[in-house]
């Protein structure tokens, strides 16, 4: 049973952006931080940013000022604003939602950046 949907991901040139989405189901309830993660061919998956429930965000040092995260909570959906895009972000992009004890995981979006 899906919960958590990625969506947004594809192909951009470098210095381009994209949106990423991440859907999830209403059913999901107190939520307490959503977040991105990305994961590139051959490396570790790594943390890129969190918003919490109330609003407050974090990002990692290698996208700070480039990504933007964000959500719509009566859409249940976290946003991940991406520009200023190097190949170096090429990557699966993960979703994760903090819900109490519980964890949800997106399936993953892929982003290329390449000319």
């Known amino acids: 049973q899906v919960q958590l949907v990625e969506s947004g991901g594809g192909l951009v040139q470098p210095g381009g952006s994209l949106r990423l989405s991440c859907a999830a189901s209403?059913?999901?309830?107190?939520?307490?931080?959503m977040g991105w993660y990305r994961q590139a061919p051959g490396k570790q998956r790594e943390w890129v940013a969190a918003?919490?429930?109330?609003?407050?965000?974090n990002y990692a040092d290698f996208v700070k000022g480039r990504f933007t995260i964000s959500k719509d909570n009566a859409k249940n959906t976290a946003y991940l604003q991406m520009n200023s895009l190097k190949p170096e972000d090429t990557a699966v992009y993960y979703c994760?939602?903090?819900?109490?004890?519980?964890?949800?995981w997106g399936q993953g979006t892929q982003v290329t950046v390449s000319s």
């Open positions: 209403l059913s999901i309830f107190n939520i307490n931080a």
């Open positions: 994760n939602v903090a819900a109490g004890p519980r964890n949800y």
């Open positions: 918003i919490t429930s109330g609003g407050g965000t």
